[in-house]
């Protein structure tokens, strides 16, 4: 049973950059799709981006333009690299290889001024 955790939020200004990590505990090579998600204070958990095995990659309209979602299974990791970060952004960010739970702890990006 692989486990996730991610990493690399942190506090950053509006139009600032981050770079979030979802690091696996044994290979993900053979998982078909990744996923991003977020939950902001007081909203419902919503899908960012997803990631299959061969690089097709599927963004929601908030984070396309902006956001990049990767994999590197030699490394067993998914990456997201945000962009031009609005307060809009600020929430606790989850991957998953499911589109649903079990969730792990997340990762707390803030964007403010």
């Known amino acids: 049973q692989v486990q996730l955790v991610e990493s690399g939020g942190g506090l950053v200004q509006p139009g600032g950059s981050l770079r979030l990590s979802c690091a696996a505990s044994?290979?993900?090579?053979?998982?078909?799709?990744m996923y991003w998600y977020r939950q902001a204070p007081g909203k419902e958990r919503e899908l960012v981006a997803r990631i299959y095995s061969r690089g097709e990659t599927f963004y929601a309209d908030s984070a396309k333009g902006r956001f990049t979602i990767s994999r590197d299974n030699t490394k067993n990791t998914v990456y997201l690299q945000m962009n031009s970060l609005k307060p809009e952004d600020t929430a606790v960010y989850y991957c998953?290889?499911?589109?649903?739970?079990?969730w792990g702890q997340g990762t707390q990006v803030t964007v403010s001024s």
């Open positions: 044994r290979s993900i090579s053979s998982i078909n799709v």
């Open positions: 998953n290889k499911l589109p649903l739970g079990p």
